[in-house]
């Protein structure tokens, strides 16, 4: 008897070790779907940022036969960018990451596929190029979100993992993973797709969603190389006086991000509602006065607000840039106006470009303290305000300037901007963003169900 008993016990043990996760055929073809997406996110990425690079040098060069060029230039291509997405590349508007999350959230395939399909992802690598060629204050790291999470999901669709749960996850990968090869930081992409995608850990995918993140950044390593976004920085805040940066940068950044982020949310009362009843009106002139304000504001500039700013950004970090007292301002309202011509491009980078500015106003109140400390508390703490995700704004920071000393002080900035923020814009940008998205999705639905409801025999 007891030996039949051990006999059953080992034959239960196998069977349950035979229905393992780890020897299912299904669940490794979804791995090898998810790790094999995530090299192809990691080669678009690669791409996409050498293409940005390109298409930004063109402008560079053109613009410099004269002040006048971009007066030209860049208006036109706004209108351009805004007549082009009025129909079919609707969804290629704007950063591109609230477009991930709004269809994270809505399961339903045509939603999903209006906003992230192939010809959307193309089209929103297409287009922020052309935006980055007409000098728009635009950045790539939204959109390569964006990108990847249209290229994972196609992908999951093209193989059968069309189940809503199953095409979710999928999305949720290919976000992190593009952001992660964008900005070549792993970590930031694993933070960035729990604080901000999907607001949990689904410990269910979690060492796949991880694997993929890891590849993309492998890929993008090995294409790349190792680097730092803005180089090594080797500032240090300790503690003490200097501290007092910590306040000021995280009160500042605070309130400027939750305004940029307020006033880029549509609104239909007040100045933003105005603003949009201009542009419903008549959306291309509009586009092009933005691209006319775009130019206006950087002959302001002794470099210019033209671009992701990355440039800017990385000289007043390191100490040696010429950008003028008012660049930070003057990018904050480059970076307005490129956002309410509602064209291709992302707010990264120019969040990033903006805090510099602002940190670089910051560190000359506070001659005791490293400047290039009070800069990157600058920079993270104006992209906290901006996104209110004070963790992704922590380990973008570290891992963008290979700079761990600083860890303390910008988690303490981040967190002090993200409170700030909420006082000024109560909803975070890319939810709020992703809300008007859902929203018109569901008055479509119910116009379309409307007729047939009204046609009804009475029950």
Aim: aromatic residues 8%; proline residues 4%; glycine residues 12%.
């Amino acid at each position: 008897m007891v030996a039949h008993a051990g006999g059953q016990m080992n034959l239960d043990r196998l069977r349950a070790f035979g229905q393992h996760d780890w020897l299912s055929p299904e669940q490794w073809r979804r791995r090898i779907l998810f790790w094999s997406g995530a090299i192809v996110v990691g080669l678009a990425a690669v791409l996409f940022a050498k293409a940005a690079d390109f298409a930004f040098d063109m402008f560079h060069a053109v613009a410099a036969h004269g002040w006048w060029v971009p007066l030209i230039i860049t208006p036109a291509m706004f209108a351009l960018l805004c007549w082009l997405t009025q129909g079919a590349l609707k969804a290629t508007r704007g950063s591109g990451i609230p477009q991930a999350i709004a269809a994270l959230k809505v399961e339903d395939e045509d939603f999903r596929t209006r906003l992230l399909s192939l010809k959307v992802a193309a089209g929103k690598m297409a287009l922020t190029l052309a935006a980055l060629l007409g000098g728009a204050s635009v950045g790539r790291e939204g959109p390569t979100v964006h990108i990847g999470a249209g290229l994972l999901y196609s992908m999951g669709r093209r193989f059968g993992f069309d189940d809503p749960t199953a095409a979710g996850r999928f999305i949720l990968a290919g976000s992190a993973a593009g952001l992660a090869a964008a900005f070549n930081t792993p970590l930031a992409g694993v933070v960035f797709a729990i604080e901000e995608m999907s607001g949990t850990f689904e410990h269910r995918i979690s060492g796949t969603l991880l694997t993929a993140i890891v590849v993309a950044g492998v890929v993008s390593l090995g294409l790349v190389g190792n680097y730092a976004y803005f180089g090594d920085i080797t500032a240090a805040l300790p503690l003490g006086r200097a501290w007092i940066a910590v306040l000021l940068t995280g009160v500042v950044g605070g309130l400027a991000g939750g305004l940029f982020a307020r006033l880029i949310i549509p609104s239909v009362t007040g100045f933003r509602g105005a603003m949009g009843r201009l542009r419903a009106r008549q959306p291309v002139v509009f586009a092009a006065v933005c691209g006319l304000a775009l130019v206006l504001l950087s002959l302001l500039s002794a470099n210019g607000l033209y671009g992701t700013g990355y440039a800017q950004a990385r000289d007043i970090l390191q100490g040696h840039s010429d950008t003028g007292p008012l660049f930070g301002v003057l990018k904050f309202l480059g970076n307005i106006a490129s956002s309410w011509a509602g064209i291709p491009g992302g707010i990264f980078s120019p969040a990033l470009a903006v805090g510099a500015g602002l940190g670089g106003n910051i560190a000359q109140l506070l001659p005791s303290a490293d400047t290039s400390a009070v800069v990157l508390l600058g920079m993270a703490a104006y992209l906290a305000g901006v996104t209110q995700a004070p963790l992704t704004a922590v380990v973008i920071s570290l891992e963008l300037t290979a700079n761990h000393q600083m860890a303390l002080p910008i988690m303490a900035a981040c967190l002090l901007a993200r409170a700030v923020s909420g006082l000024v814009c109560r909803v975070p940008v890319y939810k709020a963003l992703a809300d008007v998205l859902i929203v018109r999705y569901e008055e479509e639905r119910v116009r379309r169900e409307s007729p047939i409801t009204e046609g009804a025999p009475p029950a």
